[in-house]
Structures are given as structure tokens and as C-alpha cells.
């Protein structure tokens, strides 16, 4: 079975920093691969996805994720964090045309005014 | 309005009591899906559905029962609650394949 591992648990940053998230999987076939990110209160909303293509990733908000497929990699970046960036973000990974997602444990992310 | 919802939002029950978590979707999306959110496991697949009578397990179903007799609705029923079932449960849809999954609000469920 397919995992998804997010190493940093928990991030303070404060505004103006950037900010990387890790995201690394296991599944070795082909992969489309998400950002979800969960604002205090709030549903899970997408930021990013990758199918296929360039694998350096425009999402919204400002973020963006890198596809490094030999590293099984996807990582999350925003070079300049806001505090209404406060937020937890979910790597996921599902098998290309599969309908499952598998998620990561979660980055909780602090941005300090 | 277009959308997922979930009701109820927030819920209290006790133990070995049958509680039902409904979902409704008003995008025709084939797929729908149940999830619970912990703390330090992200979010675990509890069953999803294909289509309308269509159900199947995910990573954690042990506890849950789910039906899916209309397209729009997916009710997620715990038959006889457990503090272990204490979560907040996350209902999404999508159109499967390239299409990604849009979430509903949550619902926050407390085992006493």
C-alpha cells in the first residue's frame, strides 16, 4: 500500500520568510499528486495538483510544489509567507487514474505577524 | 447553492449508540468518499462510492456502515459508537479520474 510521509509536523515561521513543506511517498507507479491546505476552522481546499507536464507547480495564493520523481518527492514552497497563511497543509497522493487519495499526516504551520 | 454539505456540524453521543453523519453534493459528481481527520494521521479513507449503489472499503472501515441509493447522498452510519470513533469526519465528492476532490465542512463527533 501506498504511504505518505510529511516530516515537519509543526512550523513557526514569521511573515516575510519562505517556506518549504516536505512531502515524500512511496507508491512507485505514476502518481498524481495534491496540496490540501485547512485554514483554523475551515474544510480542506486544494492548492496545487500534479498530473503530469512541468513538474514545477503554480497553485493559488502564491504557492507553489516541485514533482522530483526519483527522490518520490513533492514538495510545497511560498517564498514570502503572510500570516493569513496560518494554516495546516496535506500532502496526497493518489495512483494515476485511481479515485483514492492517501494523505500525509499534516504540516501545521504557525506565521507570526 | 452548489455545493457539499455535511450535517449535523457538531455531535455528542455515547457509547454503543447508532449515530448517522449525512453528506450531500449538488455537483452529479460520481464519486464520493468518507474520510476521518486525527491528529498526527491526517486524513484516513473510511469507505467511497463510484456511483449510486456502488460502495467500497477504504483504509479504516471497521465500525462504519455506508449506502449510496441516490447519486447526491452519502450518509456515513456508526452502528454502535466507540470512544475510539471520536474524530471529525470529512465528506468529498469528485468526478474521479483527473478530477481532484472538493470537501465538505466536517463533522465533529464526540464518543462519551
Known amino acids: 500500500a501506498q504511504s505518505v510521509s510529511q516530516h515537519n509536523h509543526h512550523v513557526i515561521l514569521s511573515e516575510a520568510a519562505s517556506l518549504e513543506l516536505g512531502c515524500n511517498y512511496s507508491y512507485g507507479g505514476t502518481v498524481n499528486l495534491f496540496w490540501y491546505v485547512q485554514y483554523p476552522g475551515q474544510h480542506l481546499q486544494l492548492l496545487l495538483k500534479y498530473f503530469s507536464g512541468d513538474p514545477l507547480v503554480k497553485g493559488i495564493k502564491g504557492f507553489e510544489a516541485e514533482f522530483i520523481k526519483s527522490k518520490f518527492s513533492f514538495n510545497l514552497r511560498k517564498p514570502s509567507v503572510q500570516w493569513s497563511d496560518t494554516a495546516e497543509y496535506f500532502c496526497a497522493v493518489r495512483q494515476a487514474a485511481g479515485n483514492k487519495l492517501t494523505f500525509g499526516g499534516g504540516t501545521r504551520v504557525l506565521v507570526k505577524p | ?112
Open chain 2, 1 to 112: 447553492d452548489a455545493g457539499i454539505t455535511q450535517s449535523p456540524r457538531y455531535k455528542i453521543t455515547e457509547t454503543g449508540r447508532q449515530v448517522t453523519l449525512m453528506c450531500h453534493q449538488t455537483w452529479s459528481h460520481s464519486y464520493m468518499f468518507w474520510y476521518r481527520q486525527d491528529l498526527g494521521h491526517g486524513l484516513r479513507l473510511i469507505y467511497y462510492s463510484a456511483a449510486a449503489d456502488i460502495t467500497d472499503k477504504g483504509e479504516v472501515p471497521d465500525g462504519y456502515v455506508v449506502s449510496r441509493s441516490k447519486t447526491e447522498n452519502f450518509p456515513l452510519t456508526l452502528e454502535s459508537a466507540t470512544r475510539s470513533q471520536t474524530s471529525v469526519y470529512f465528506c468529498a465528492s469528485g468526478g474521479g479520474g483527473y478530477n481532484e476532490q472538493f470537501f465538505g465542512p466536517g463533522t465533529r463527533l464526540t464518543v462519551l
